[in-house]
Structures are given as structure tokens and as C-alpha cells.
């Protein structure tokens, strides 16, 4: 491994760290010592790749998001516009199991200042960009896209929350929210058959990259 990879491997291990200390213990429980300790390095690390302990904080909320960007990336646009929607909320569902302590950082805790707050807006306006291509598409056939698309991250929150803190296990997790998505996509205006179509071709997508 060279010195260059190292040095991400540790950053990365310290934010890891940091974000499994602050999952379970809040922020109170996140000093250097710990995080080092947890990483089997320095506390001078922490001041090598972040400046500092607020540095590091903000950086796991930026992390975390970056995770979440990458999984909804990697949801292509197709001309079935609703499944691409459902194909988000599996992206999201991902990430957040994936990287459950992140997650809590993220969405759970109070951010460190008023421009860590701002990190990640740009996942929830994808978000917003599906439902608008719905109602584009007359698959939705009216509402405010932000606010329907506030109304899905709602659900999936709910869900994914209830899930990492072990009151529903994976398969009644993604049950509910499956059954929450149709009733709401069906609120919204969409055709029932249609609706049974898109999923059937989401999960033929979900299947494809497994």
C-alpha cells in the first residue's frame, strides 16, 4: 500500500470511527483520545487529516452524504419514471444500511454550524428532480414535487429509523415500505396497473445489479 493510500485509509477509518462514537454515544462522547484509540493511531492524526475535532465532525455529516450521492448516482433515468423513483428509494434504503452509524451523523444529530447544515440539500433535490419527472410524465397527476418528494423522505426515514434501532427487521422494513410507496404513488394519481408494472420492473433492476 502506498503512503498516499495509507493516509486515505486512515482519514477514512477516523471518520468511521467518529461516526460510531457519535451513532451511540451522541457528541459528547466523541474526543480525540477515543477516536485515535478506536483507530489505533495518534491523536495527532486527527489534526493531520482534519485541523481538529469540529473539522472532523463536519466531515463525517459531508461523508455520509457523499455515500448517500453516490448510491442515488447510480440510478439511471429511463422513460418508466416512477421506477426510477422507486429505484431512488432503494439507493436511499441502501446507503442507510449500509452505513447505519454515518447515517445517525447525518440525520440524527444537530450539525456542528450553519454551513455543515447545508451539506447534502443536493440529494434531497434528486429526489425531487423523480418526482418531477413524474408528474412531467403524467404519471402523478398533480402536487408540489417538493412537497411529495418531502412526503417520501418522511416514509423512508420512518422506515430506515425503525429499522437501525432494531423494531423491524429487513424484510417487514422493506415491506412497509413498499406497501407505503404504492399507497402514496397511488395518492398521487398513478395508475394501479402502471404502478404494478414499474415496481415489477424496478426489482427486474434491483435483481440486474446484485
Known amino acids: 500500500m502506498s503512503p498516499k493510500q495509507a493516509d486515505l485509509s486512515v482519514r ?30 495518534s491523536t495527532m492524526a486527527v489534526y493531520t487529516h482534519f485541523g481538529g475535532m469540529t473539522e472532523l465532525r463536519s466531515e463525517v455529516r459531508r461523508e455520509g ?12 433515468d429511463t422513460r418508466d419514471t416512477v421506477a426510477d423513483l422507486i429505484l431512488l428509494g432503494w439507493a436511499y434504503y ?15 444529530e444537530h450539525p456542528v454550524d450553519e454551513d455543515n447544515s447545508g ?33 417520501l423522505w418522511a416514509v423512508s426515514h420512518g ?27 397511488r395518492a398521487y394519481g398513478d395508475d394501479p396497473r402502471a404502478l404494478g408494472r414499474s415496481f415489477t420492473r424496478a426489482g427486474e433492476r434491483i435483481i440486474g445489479r446484485s
Not at 440539500?121 to 412537497?147: N, P, W
Open 65 to 76: 452524504f457523499a455515500r448517500l450521492r453516490d448510491h442515488l448516482g447510480a440510478v439511471d
Open 94 to 108: 441502501l446507503n442507510a444500511t449500509t452505513n447505519p452509524n454515518l447515517y445517525r451523523a447525518m440525520f440524527m
Open 159 to 185: 422506515v430506515v429509523a425503525l429499522e437501525l434501532a432494531g423494531l423491524l427487521d429487513s424484510e417487514r422494513a422493506l415491506t412497509t415500505f413498499s406497501n407505503c410507496s404504492r399507497a402514496l404513488f
Open 12 to 41: 477514512t477509518s477516523l471518520i468511521e470511527a467518529a461516526a460510531g462514537l457519535i451513532a451511540t454515544e451522541g457528541s459528547s462522547g466523541l474526543t480525540l483520545r477515543r477516536v485515535a484509540d478506536e483507530v489505533g493511531t
Open 119 to 151: 451539506v447534502g440539500l443536493d440529494t434531497f433535490e434528486r429526489l425531487v428532480d423523480g418526482v418531477r419527472r413524474c408528474l412531467d410524465a403524467g404519471r402523478f397527476s398533480s402536487g408540489d414535487a417538493v412537497d411529495l418528494a418531502t412526503q
